[in-house]
């Protein structure tokens, strides 16, 4: 018989103790940390949506705009995780760089307004829920410079 140290995967605390097994027979393990903020985890998940690390990567891939279907299907998890995933992190998440705007002044801020040649325009239509909560999305590029125009 041999030891292997185990290591709380949120906290990396080693004051881990067993806590029973699941229906499937996987050892479950109980973080003694008090700082910790899960407490209970697996080592061995079958399900790969609830492996912290995949959990990051729908975050920053919905940061990096990537869609729901786009982001289950790279991290082979089903789209009901990715969207219950982002519902639990609803709170922390901003649709806008805030940091950014907080340290700009708006009197700095220069706006030109210029007539481009040839524009290609795409539209993005989507909703949050229901039908009755409408999301558009706009976005122009100038055909010739590549650059973003709105």
């Known amino acids: 018989m041999t030891f292997s140290a185990v290591q709380?995967?949120?906290?990396?605390?080693?004051?881990?103790?067993?806590?029973?097994?699941?229906d499937s027979g996987t050892q479950r393990y109980l973080c003694q940390n008090t700082g910790c903020v899960k407490g209970s985890f697996l080592l061995d998940y079958r399900?790969?949506?609830?492996?912290?690390?995949?959990?990051?990567?729908?975050?920053?891939?919905?940061?990096n705009?990537?869609?729901?279907?786009?982001?289950?299907?790279?991290?082979?998890?089903?789209?009901?995780?990715?969207?219950?995933?982002?519902?639990?992190?609803?709170?922390?998440?901003?649709s806008?760089?805030?940091?950014?705007?907080?340290?700009?002044?708006?009197?700095?801020m220069t706006v030109a307004i210029e007539r481009a040649g040839e524009a290609e325009i795409d539209e993005l239509w989507s909703f949050i829920g229901k039908k009755q909560d409408?999301?558009?999305l706009w976005h122009a590029i100038d055909h010739h410079t590549g650059t973003v125009l709105a």
Do not use: F, Y
Request: with cysteine.
């Open 8 to 22: 709380c995967p949120h906290c990396h605390s080693e004051q881990v103790v067993k806590r029973g097994k699941t």
């Open 134 to 136: 409408q999301r558009w």
């Open 47 to 63: 399900n790969r949506g609830c492996v912290p690390e995949v959990k990051h990567h729908i975050i920053d891939m919905s940061l």
């Open 96 to 108: 806008v760089n805030s940091a950014l705007l907080r340290t700009i002044n708006p009197e700095e």
């Open 65 to 94: 705009a990537s869609g729901i279907r786009d982001t289950a299907r790279v991290l082979r998890i089903s789209t009901d995780t990715v969207l219950s995933e982002l519902k639990k992190k609803e709170g922390a998440l901003e």
